[in-house]
């Protein structure tokens, strides 16, 4: 095994990889102001952004979940890599050799993480399935890509390879690149045989990389072309460490960047569906991969789309009866996405391959144009079920359509639809149908008015006792990590937590604005508790005036825990409130938290006079009464002169 990596070398991957570049492969990132950057939260859902980036500072935090830190740590954290695999996934995107303290130059694959050997097992196999394809034997597979209206060069655009027919070529030539049997196998790329050899998983067929949304190879899909293939008609790469079907999206490394700067994504159903549409333009089109569309591909989308008002995402499903009950569970979903959703199927029920082929480029730029609201299909779908020759028939109709009306995010949409889905049961009053839908509207909002402790009662919930499943205990008397913002050790609303917390920002963020002064502040200086800690760590790391390339790394290594370090990560990202951040602010903010704190020992000072009172020492009387004065001077000098006085 080889050791712990070069000290250097990591420092080297830190500068060499910027923070945004790494963190735009995953989500859609705008302008936050301060030359900051923000977007919607990869770790937890939410529906505006409060995710933040700081280019200049290498760092990330989200304000809703604290996660935080910089490259590396996203790396780890999105990826759920080792450290040592992360700084090895990005020291091969910078091109830098590591050095491993105990190995010397690592050219061999001894040390490297299990995830990062399988994306690079994965790596080789795809480009070993492309040269292929221009083989003898893969012939029948590019008759099946010229069938469907795609060329050498649409072939080349999406990878697509072809898997020789015979047991084990694919597993000789990944031995012969350092691969075990061992991460063969745990790859997905080859299995056990009857023999106790591993074999090829593909054998015979045409294959499709599938790429997560960074670029890397993480399975393959697998059609089959021979007759007396007796394999099923995709196959695609089993669960693994790097390749869950849930949440993966075949294209959406192509898609990524229109997606975002479109705010459209259109999902169909297959690989060769998601070609067309690519070469007809559409190139937002992105497909699942052997699994219904659900929550996990949601959560890629909505960090690409943002969620802002105009995003849209359209879904093209086969006209049968499969199609529909795939757009229905689409809809189902509909109220996780902020973005408008959509459905379109061609005439005939062909899909979008199909479509090119009989009617070529502009008939599947139009499909995607002639989409219809996935709610109105659902209402449809609802009216359809039910007899509208009949009064009960009508009344169920509208019962069972009401709420999916009710769900519509736009309010004067909303409306449109309830005067639509009257015409639809035959109802000449609109207005009835209209009333039923803000009856629904009333009802929700009265249960929303409902004491807490009443609304668990009725869905069968605990609480009787009055402290809202607190077990007698009110919100103040749990204890709260020391360092959460929005804990009781930090009040924001508090002139003085106000005051230390951008003191803190500047000297880890503009330390040269506040070097030497800051240096000289003592922890008591800091009234909270987890400012305290942050001006400990910043001691620890040899302080602000250190001005090395390396600060914030230091200091956050010099946090006592993982909550402070969190803190540090906040307020290196977060905004300073100032729209000039110079020498003059900084020296208020100095002032400030100084001036406060000699107030504060005037104050405990005072009240020891009025405990000695006259018949205690004379000498420790006037020893008292010296330091209040010293004291007095020294705030009234700061009053007078702010920095200069420091």
């Known amino acids: 095994m080889a050791g712990r990596i070069n000290d250097d070398d990591v420092k080297a991957v830190r ?115 492309m040269d292929q394809l221009g083989s003898a034997e893969a012939e029948i597979g590019r008759k099946f890509l010229a069938e469907r209206g795609f060329d050498q060069a649409a072939a080349q655009h999406f990878s697509v390879g072809y898997s020789p027919a015979g047991w084990d070529h694919l597993t000789r030539f990944l031995r012969g690149k350092g691969f075990s049997d061992k991460e063969l196998i745990t790859s997905g790329l080859a299995q056990d045989s009857r023999s106790g050899k591993p074999i090829d998983r593909f054998r015979g067929r045409l294959m499709w990389p599938i790429r997560d949304i960074s670029g890397e190879v993480v399975g393959f899909g697998a059609r089959k072309l021979r007759d007396d293939d007796n394999g099923p008609k995709y196959l695609n790469t089993p669960e693994t460490a790097i390749y869950k079907k849930s949440q993966v999206l075949y294209g959406i490394d192509l898609a990524k960047k229109e997606i975002a700067k479109t705010s459209r994504a259109v999902v169909v159903e297959g690989y060769t569906d998601v070609m067309a549409c690519h070469m007809a333009g559409v190139t937002t089109a992105i497909a699942t991969c052997g699994t219904a569309f659900g929550g996990d591909h949601i959560k890629i989308l909505r960090r690409l789309l943002m969620d802002n008002a105009t995003a849209e995402v359209i879904f093209t499903f086969d006209g049968d009866a499969a199609g529909q009950k795939a757009a229905l569970r689409a809809f189902e979903d509909d109220q996780k996405f902020a973005a408008e959703t959509s459905i379109t199927i061609a005439p005939g029920g062909m899909d979008p391959c199909d479509l090119r082929l009989a009617k070529g480029d502009a008939a599947v730029a139009d499909l995607v144009e002639a989409r219809t609201p996935l709610f109105e299909f659902a209402l449809k779908h609802i009216v359809a079920r039910h007899n509208l020759e009949n009064p009960a028939g009508r009344a169920a109709a509208l019962e069972e359509a009401a709420p999916i009306i009710k769900k519509i995010k736009n309010v004067a949409i909303q409306h449109e639809s ?163 951040v110079d020498e003059v602010y900084a020296g208020v903010q100095l002032v400030q938290v100084r001036l406060r704190a000699v107030d504060r020992r005037v104050h405990e000072i005072q009240g020891t006079l009025a405990r000695l009172g006259h018949q205690d020492a ?26 200069e006085g420091l």
């Not at 301060?34 to 937890?44: A, E, I, V």
């Not at 008015?449 to 749990?478: C, F, K, L, T």
């Open 15 to 129: 500068d060499a990889v910027p923070i945004d570049a790494v963190v735009s492969e995953y989500l859609q990132l705008r302008n936050a102001g301060g030359g900051n950057l923000k977007g919607l939260c990869p770790f937890h859902d939410e529906k505006s952004p409060s995710f933040q980036v700081s280019p200049s500072k290498g760092f990330y935090h989200c304000f809703g979940c604290q996660a935080g830190g910089d490259t590396l740590d996203f790396v780890m954290k999105i990826d759920h890599l080792s450290f040592s695999e992360a700084v090895e996934r990005l020291a091969g995107l910078a091109g830098i050799t590591l050095r491993y303290e105990e190995g010397g130059y690592t050219a061999g694959t001894s040390g490297r993480g299990e995830r990062i050997r399988l994306v690079e097992a994965h790596k080789a196999a795809a480009q070993f399935y």
């Open 618 to 643: 004379p000498e420790q009387l006037a020893a008292v009464q010296e330091e209040l004065w010293v004291l007095q001077q020294y705030g009234q000098r700061l009053r007078n002169r702010g920095a």
């Open 418 to 580: 309830a005067v639509q889905l009257a015409g639809m049961l035959g109802m000449r009053d609109e207005q009835f149908v209209v009333k039923r839908i803000a009856q629904l509207d009333r009802w929700a909002r009265e249960r929303g008015n409902q004491p807490q402790q009443q609304r668990r009662g009725q869905a069968g919930g605990s609480g009787g006792s009055g402290q809202s499943g607190r077990s007698g205990h009110s919100y103040e008397d749990i204890p709260a990590p020391s360092a959460t913002p929005t804990g009781p050790a930090l009040n924001l609303r508090s002139p003085a937590h106000i005051t230390e917390r951008e003191l803190l920002k500047l000297a880890l963020q503009r330390p040269a604005l506040v070097s030497p002064a800051f240096d000289a502040y003592g922890m008591d200086e800091f009234t909270a508790p987890p400012y305290a800690a942050v001006r400990q760590a910043i001691l620890d790391a040899g302080g602000a005036s250190l001005g090395t390339e390396d600060y914030l790394t230091r200091v956050r290594d010099a946090a006592p825990n993982d909550t402070v370090r969190a803190l540090v990560t906040e307020l290196v990202v977060e905004a300073i409130h100032a729209k000039t």
